[in-house]
């Protein structure tokens, strides 16, 4: 119900752009946000971004990434700007889904792989 997509491999410096829809039948979208997960550690927050705009950040990612979202598509973005090797990661979108019959559910996206080299 969520697809994520826009990972790959880029080079130290470099961007990316994440992108995240929700789909199916849907009366609205709480939260959204980013996590990831590198290999041997546990999943972390990266950004949150309210139905309002309002946006969240872990605190070393700050300045360098910028969460948004298109609530027209039910759509959430991340831009990943001066990454680093450490950036390096499975990113996972997520986001609070109500569906029209009143269902409330907190979705994961599949994961998307970001690799950047040195």
């Known amino acids: 119900q969520l697809q994520a997509s826009g990972g790959g491999f880029v080079q130290a410096g470099g961007s990316l752009r994440l992108s995240c829809a929700a789909s199916?039948?849907?009366?609205?979208?709480?939260?959204m946000g980013w996590y990831r997960q590198a290999p041997g550690k546990q999943r972390e927050l990266v950004a949150t971004?309210?139905?309002?705009?309002?946006?969240n950040y872990a605190d070393p990612l700050k300045g360098r990434f910028t969460i948004s979202r298109d609530n027209a598509k039910n759509t959430v973005y991340l831009q990943m700007d001066s990454l680093k090797p450490e950036d390096t990661a499975v990113y996972y979108c997520?986001?609070?889904?109500?569906?029209?019959?009143?269902?409330?559910?907190?979705?994961w996206g599949q994961g998307t792989q970001v690799t950047v080299s040195s």
């Open positions: 997520n986001a609070g889904v109500r569906r029209p019959w009143g269902a409330f559910r907190d979705y």
């Open positions: 971004i309210t139905s309002t705009g309002n946006t």
């Open positions: 199916g039948s849907i009366r609205s979208v709480n939260d």
